[in-house]
């Protein structure tokens, strides 16, 4: 089919997305809109312009609000140097949320300006177009946008939009969120030609702003430790003479929790961090035991890879979440960018400043889209580590368990312990805490856990 835009459009858009891909900046653009008719019809109209090549395409499923939409639209985020068009975004999801309550609005606003803040701040440029359209434009001009579409009801005409809805609260988002370094553009429907060339100008624009690289700029942030500690004053040795007992009458409500879980379409993320040798291991194979394998994954977290570091480092755990109903454990999480990437040189000074306050953004959004979020730090003594590490050392069928890396991590305990404590009192919110579990004897810390694991299901679920 002929393009239906000038050649002269039609080589600024090639040439625009040439210097994009030769900077490597990654950039989403997004389209909202009342009808998704004109949203898919202008992106098929620029597909035919742009080079395949570097990009993709994301038309998320809001309907319902699941759990699992915003880890879906962050796992469409682009890497180095590619585009992704967004057929609807973190946008809908909002207005899918929103339900006439201002508290509700405020939240998913200032969810929305956080997620933002940090795709900027992390090199991701973020182009936000939005389709506006009276009801005497659509009787006019609705007709010319995928005209057959109405004929079936197939995945191809669903909207994934209550229209009523939309309306109604998308300009008080739209106004909450017109940043300076994410501003909307906001584009009148006509005819098809005149809204794709309308389209691709804007796009060109925006495009040659990223390549100045001014939106790059932003404020200096620093870590703030304005929660309570739950590691202060915590006895680490604690009595387990019940624990057989007690994990089977744990094992055996955590396995009827799932079941609910499972029913209500939620997610339960557990977040395990802890010193080495602490037990993590343990606590998460004993929680899995509970559990039916249908319903759970572990994530075990190591060195990112190319394609990690192609994008956003919180990409590669949205990678892992899990789908309505499922839960997923991190054996590791995110909270490397607080403990080993500043200490160890893998991030820089700005970027370790800037980390809790990208992740308390990053836990907000997951919890108020459904997600059940519980992190648990296991707490050990520096004698009952060492004693570990020994018994380790000495026993040829765990001798695998310990690296010199576990070694040169003692030697830096204190600097650790520093990090750890920064770590913890800046991200222990109300809607994600940190639970600090007594870690000495491994089995009253599994029981510790398992019994915070159960108590939150059941808050969240009866």
Known sequence: MRSLLSDELDDQLDKVQTDIAASQIPIIILFEGGSGRVISRVINELDRNLEPRGINYFHPD??????????EIMKATPGKGEISLYDRSWYSLAVEY??????????????INSFERYLLDNGTFIIKIAF??????????????????????TFLSVNHVDRVKFRAVM???????????????????????????????????????????AWTKSDCRTIKCCFPNPRKDLELDQDASDYNDRMDELSEELERL?????????????????????????????????????????????????????????????????????????DR?????????PIEGFCTEEEYQRSAEEINGFEKVLTIHGTILIKFWLDIDKETQLQRFNDRKNDPLKQWKLTDEDWRNREKWDVYEKYIDTMISS????????????????????VWIMESVVDRLKAELE
């Not at 553009?185 to 804007?202: L, N």
């Open 98 to 111: 929103c339900n006439g309550d201002d508290r509700v609005m405020e939240a998913q606003i200032e969810a």
């Open 258 to 330: 799932q079941i609910l879980l499972a029913a209500s379409g939620r997610t339960l993320v557990l977040g395990f961090e802890g010193w080495d040798a602490a037990g993590k291991g343990g606590a998460i194979k004993h929680i899995c035991h509970a559990l039916n394998p249908r319903g759970y994954k572990v994530a075990r977290v190591k060195a990112p890879t190319q394609e990690d570091n192609e994008h956003t480092y919180l990409w590669r755990f949205a990678r892992s979440m899990p789908d309505a109903g499922h839960i997923t454990i991190f």
């Open 62 to 71: 809001v309907t319902g609000g699941e759990a699992t939409a915003f880890a």
């Open 132 to 153: 506006r359209m009276s009801n005497d434009d659509m009787n006019e001009y609705l007709k010319e946008y995928r005209p057959h579409t109405s004929i079936h009801n």
């Open 171 to 213: 300009p008080q988002i739209l106004e909450g969120t017109d940043t300076k370094r994410a501003p909307w553009d906001i584009i009148d429907v006509k005819g098809v030609q005149e809204t794709v060339e309308k389209t691709a100008e804007t796009i060109i624009k925006r495009m040659k702003v990223c390549l100045k690289n």
């Open 427 to 446: 991200t222990n919110t109300p809607y994600a805490p940190w639970i600090a579990v007594p870690a000495n004897n491994k089995k009253a810390a599994r």
């Open 333 to 341: 999480t995110w909270y490397g960018r607080m403990m080993v990437e």
